[in-house]
């Protein structure tokens, strides 16, 4: 259910300007065509879909069509782009990328977005996908793309250092249990090697964070009062005690040390879905040692998954929604997941052999199509993320990050300015 409060992120003048902008232009006709009569395509996408050996085959099967692919270093500046250029009523591309943390604000504004309901893709996802994407008078602005089941990716050379097991079966059964269990191991590892335990505090909210059932937000969209969430406090709190005990790196994801700290041992455990293991090997490229145990703190749990949309600024809506179909059919997904590690959220393709039976050799030819469908099976909760879940978790983060990445605040003085930032927030 969503209200009809106004989109957090977007000013008033945003708001206005939004609500002022046309609905674009449909396709059709010859416009668009360039000199070669071909029709491009912009996609816009976010870390790693593993779309480009897809667009190079989508263009060789309709040669009549260009696709370009604009590629956003985060999903915070896809988020950003896609806010602005919303309020201003263009320049947005044929097919834009969105994440499912931040759907729930653009179900406001679903009038943007052409309706891609068709009977190509029925029953192609499972509720829990679709339903999110879908408005209550039945329009689908989303085609689903990954889902995010949960294992952990850990370095089995650090691990042979500490003493600890290093076959990946044998990780499982040492980590199995609940978050107490992984940093108990977490602190023996720190304490023989000296190297930090995980990447930095925000990943590990993050994990979590998709194992509580209302995190901020009630099944009626209103807010509950950060400063009365108690869960939310103790989730926090739990983190940064972990930092102060040396387990975590400090480190931002996405940021430049992160992304050097793969090549210098900077941690030996991180919370993976199968979209970061793409991630993963390309920036500890040339690195021995990763792997993937069928493992999770707390027992599963669902980080991420996105969908295409085709904004109605488009001038060939017809043409992006065929190609937003095609790139999210059960055939290119498994092949966007021998690519980058995009795991199907696909009913056909959980069921497929081609995912069941797929490898990976960066990971010590971990078996992760097995592994993620298996670990989809063990998650038991889908948070609810309303209208503001995104500014609102965006606040607390911004918290942990003070402390575990900036050092510029301890624990309390960090929560005292996010219960700050929340009222002015004027949610309540």
């Known amino acids: 259910m969503f209200t009809k409060k106004a989109m957090i992120g977007l000013s008033a003048l945003a708001v206005g300007a939004l609500a ?29 879909f593993g779309y480009d050996n897809l667009l190079d085959e989508y263009m060789k099967l309709n040669p009549d069509i260009k696709v370009v692919e604009k590629k956003a270093a985060t999903s915070n500046e896809a988020r950003d782009n896609m806010n602005t250029r919303l309020a201003a009523g263009s320049g947005l591309s044929d097919v834009e990328a969105i994440e499912m943390d931040w759907l729930p604000e653009l179900m406001q504004y679903a009038d943007q977005f052409v309706d891609l309901s068709s009977d190509s893709v029925k029953d192609r996802w499972p509720e829990w996908k679709s339903g999110p994407a879908t408005t209550e008078d039945g329009k689908l602005i989303g085609y689903g793309t990954d889902a995010g089941p949960e ?104 940021s430049e040390d992160w992304v050097n700290s793969f090549q210098n041992d900077g941690f030996a455990t991180m919370l993976c879905p199968p979209w970061m293991l793409g991630v993963v090997e390309g920036n500890a490229a040339g690195v021995e ?40 059919a059960p055939e290119q997904q498994i092949k966007a997941f021998q690519t980058k590690g995009n795991f199907p959220s696909q009913v056909d393709a959980l ?66 300015k996010a219960l700050s930032e929340f009222d002015q927030l004027g949610l309540e």
């Open 289 to 328: 040692g990763w792997d993937v145990a069928p493992v999770f703190p707390g027992g599963g749990g669902n980080w991420g998954g996105s969908y295409l949309t085709v904004p109605t600024q488009g001038e060939h809506q017809a043409e992006a929604q065929a190609l937003a179909d095609w790139l999210t």
């Open 151 to 254: 294992a952990l990716c850990y370095r089995a050379d650090l691990f042979a250092k500490a003493n600890l097991p290093t076959d990946r079966n044998e990780v499982a059964k040492l980590l199995e249990g609940d978050w107490d269990n992984y940093f108990k191991v977490g602190k023996q590892f720190v304490d023989a090697t000296g190297i930090p335990w995980y990447d930095g505090a925000t990943g590990t909210y993050q994990g979590m964070l998709n194992q509580i059932q209302n995190p901020f937000e009630n099944d009626d969209d209103s807010v509950m009062p950060l400063k009365d969430n108690t869960t939310i406090h103790d989730t926090y709190n739990t983190i940064l005690d972990q930092s102060a005990a040396g387990l975590s790196a400090g480190l931002s994801q996405w």
């Open 351 to 416: 069921d497929d052999p081609a995912l069941l039976d797929y490898k990976n050799e960066f990971f010590n030819d971990a078996p992760i199509g097995q592994i993620y469908s298996d670990m989809s099976k063990k998650i038991e909760i889908s948070p609810y993320k309303g209208t503001n879940f995104f500014a609102i978790t965006t606040l607390v983060t911004d918290a942990l990050t003070r402390v575990d990445v900036d050092g510029t605040d301890d624990a309390d003085s960090s929560w005292d």
């Open 20 to 48: 002022l902008s046309g609905c674009g232009s449909s396709s059709g006709g010859d416009s668009g065509k360039d000199a070669d009569g071909k029709i491009t395509l912009t996609v816009a996408t976010f870390n790693e």
